[in-house]
């Protein structure tokens, strides 16, 4: 069965910003986290992204800055020897009504269809609390991330049923810990 692993970007892959990432030169890789994706792409994993992207509906940035982004991004990580399968965002604003802006469950629904893998259980991780909660009613396992919005995340109180998930200091931390796990 083809291991998956869904990610989110911004506070996961690379730093967040409140002003948004708007072009190439503002997207910098939390530390350890391009070679965190490599290592699991080479250990076998599917390694997907799923991250809402409103910048566009808001008119920071378009669409194909936005491509220029994530072919930066992936050139960094197959750079390490690994690839990322796939980009997945929500464009919309949080007013435009539309299923696949997280917390709704759209981009992975999005990714079962282009995909066709396994979603049940995949590993999603997130910095915010509307990531958990998309992996949650998509069927992943939630996975909370410290880096990015994380430790904010998690000192605002996880809901109940949220409350059990793992939690990681950051990418790389949880890819030492999977890989560490499947080798076991
Ligand atoms: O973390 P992911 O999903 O990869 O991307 C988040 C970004 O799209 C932006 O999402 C915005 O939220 P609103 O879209 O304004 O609610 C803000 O949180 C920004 O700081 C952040 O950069
Ligand atoms: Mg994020
Ligand atoms: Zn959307």
Not at 29 to 37: E, M, N
Request: proline share 5%.
């Amino acid at each position: 069965m083809t291991k998956l692993v869904i990610l989110d970007r911004d506070g996961v892959i690379n730093e967040d910003s409140d002003a948004f990432i708007k072009s190439v030169d503002e997207c910098i890789p939390v530390p350890g986290s391009i070679d965190a994706i490599a290592r699991l792409s080479k250990a076998g994993y599917q390694v997907v992204v799923a991250t809402n992207q409103s910048g566009i509906a808001r008119g920071l940035f378009d669409e194909f800055v936005l491509a220029r982004i994530h072919q930066s991004i992936n050139d960094q990580v197959e750079a390490a020897g690994g690839i990322i399968t796939g980009f997945f965002y929500c464009p919309h604003g949080p007013d435009d009504g539309c299923r696949c802006r997280k917390p709704l469950p759209g981009l992975v629904e999005e990714i079962v269809q282009q995909l066709t893998v396994t979603v049940s259980n995949a590993p999603f991780l997130g910095d915010s609390l509307r990531d958990l909660q998309a992996a949650q009613s998509a069927g992943c396992e939630p996975v909370l991330v410290l880096s990015g919005k994380g430790q904010a995340t998690l000192d605002a109180g996880l809901p109940a049923d949220l409350a059990n998930i793992r939690i990681y200091p950051d990418l790389a931390a949880f890819s030492d810990s999977q890989l560490g796990v499947d080798q076991s």
